[in-house]
T-cell receptor, first 114, second 115 residues
Framework: DAGVIQSPRHEVTEMGQEVTLRCKPISGHDYLFWYRQTMMRGLELLIYFNNNVPIDDSGMPEDRFSAKMPNASFSTLKIQPSEPRDSAVYFC????????????FGSGTRLTVV | AQSVAQPEDQVNVAEGNPLTVKCTYSVSGNPYLFWYVQYPNRGLQFLLKYITGDNLVKGSYGFEAEFNKSQTSFHLKKPSALVSDSALYFCAVRDRGTGFQKLVFGTGTRLLVSP
């Protein structure tokens, strides 16, 4: 298995533009998590899905952020409109044993909003 | 809420020396504790977990961690550090909310192993 695949690896966009981050989880993993990593706030859980259904989105910063999982092999995190404070590394992780704390993370998308 | 604290932003150790990366936890109920490692420009990788049983748990790459209930600690250790161990290390705890499926991570500790 190729692991959790995220795209793009790097994204630079102008303030106000829409940004879409993509994630392909490991086949057979029924949980998918989106995390954001910044120097100031560390790793924050934004939202997670179980069997394509959003379970907890309490970490989503505001209405500018939205996430979808249309099928078991694909998820998107969208920011519209983007702001400079959204600059961070966004990680996607998947798991089939979340209760055991075993996640597989993707390599992340480094987002820079200028 | 469940939480973990990593008191050191950075730990410096010479290659061949033992290393310890500290973590303390605050939980209600039995703690489920974890260590992850992040190499530059990579995602986090699972190292080891403590759920129950022996207080000394062994993980990947020669790492181990010691669970201490009285001190509410879960320190990561390795007997002999390698330069390639230089990375960012995260302690994590399983959160009680929404069916125990979420991990809450500490702020991370950067380990720097010098040759």
């Amino acid at each position: 298995d190729a692991g959790v695949i995220q795209s793009p690896r790097h994204e630079v966009t102008e303030m106000g533009q829409e940004v879409t981050l993509r994630c392909k989880p490991i086949s057979g993993h029924d949980y998918l998590f989106w995390y954001r990593q910044t120097m100031m706030r560390g790793l924050e859980l934004l939202i997670y899905f179980n069997n394509n259904v959003p379970i907890d989105d309490s970490g989503m910063p505001e209405d500018r952020f939205s996430a979808k999982m249309p099928n078991a092999s694909f998820s998107t995190l969208k920011i519209q409109p983007s702001e400079p404070r959204d600059s961070a590394v966004y990680f996607c992780a998947s798991s089939n044993k979340p209760g055991l704390g075993i996640y597989t993370f993707g390599s992340g998308t480094r987002l820079t909003v200028v | 809420a469940q939480s973990v604290a990593q008191p050191e932003d950075q730990v410096n150790v010479a290659e061949g020396n033992p290393l310890t990366v500290k973590c303390t936890y605050s939980v209600s109920g039995n703690p489920y504790l974890f260590w992850y490692v992040q190499y530059p420009n990579r995602g986090l990788q699972f190292l080891l977990k403590y759920i129950t049983g022996d207080n000394l748990v062994k993980g990947s790459y020669g790492f181990e961690a010691e669970f201490n209930k009285s001190q509410t600690s879960f320190h990561l250790k390795k007997p002999s550090a390698l330069v390639s161990d230089s990375a960012l290390y995260f302690c994590a705890v399983r959160d009680r909310g929404t069916g125990f499926q979420k991990l809450v991570f500490g702020t991370g500790t950067r380990l720097l192993v010098s040759p």
